[in-house]
């Protein structure tokens, strides 16, 4: 599946960031799409994922701030940031999960203080 993802950028603490991703195509199975992050010498952690019957996941460092959110066929996720903290600063990915993991090309998100 290939993924196009957009938004992300510069953001001061305390402010928002959104964040798109769609498939190329369309995907009549998709089961979850979502967002993890990533920062150099770390490994990749989940921020938000949604599920084909719309249950959202979300890490708890981004509960209260982050909103996931798509399409019925699941074919676009968005993923509106609040209240975005320094340590929110990462390179975020799109990932979407028909059989196996998907990713898009990363979109980078840094937070100033």
């Known amino acids: 599946v290939q993924l196009q993802a957009s938004g992300g950028g510069l953001a001061q603490a305390g402010g928002s960031l959104r964040l798109s991703c769609r498939t190329a195509?369309?995907?009549?199975?998709?089961?979850?799409m979502g967002w993890y992050r990533q920062i150099p010498g770390k490994e990749r952690e989940l921020v938000a994922t949604?599920?084909?019957?719309?249950?959202?996941t979300y890490a708890e460092s981004v509960k209260g701030r982050f909103t996931i959110s798509g399409d019925t066929d699941l074919n676009t996720v968005h993923l509106q940031m609040n209240s975005l903290k320094p340590e929110d600063t990462a390179m975020y990915y799109c990932?979407?999960?028909?059989?196996?993991?998907?990713w898009g090309q990363g979109t980078q998100v840094t937070v100033s203080s």
């Open positions: 990932n979407a999960r028909v059989i196996s993991d998907s």
């Open positions: 195509r369309r995907v009549f199975s998709m089961r979850v």
């Open positions: 949604l599920s084909k019957d719309g249950s959202p």
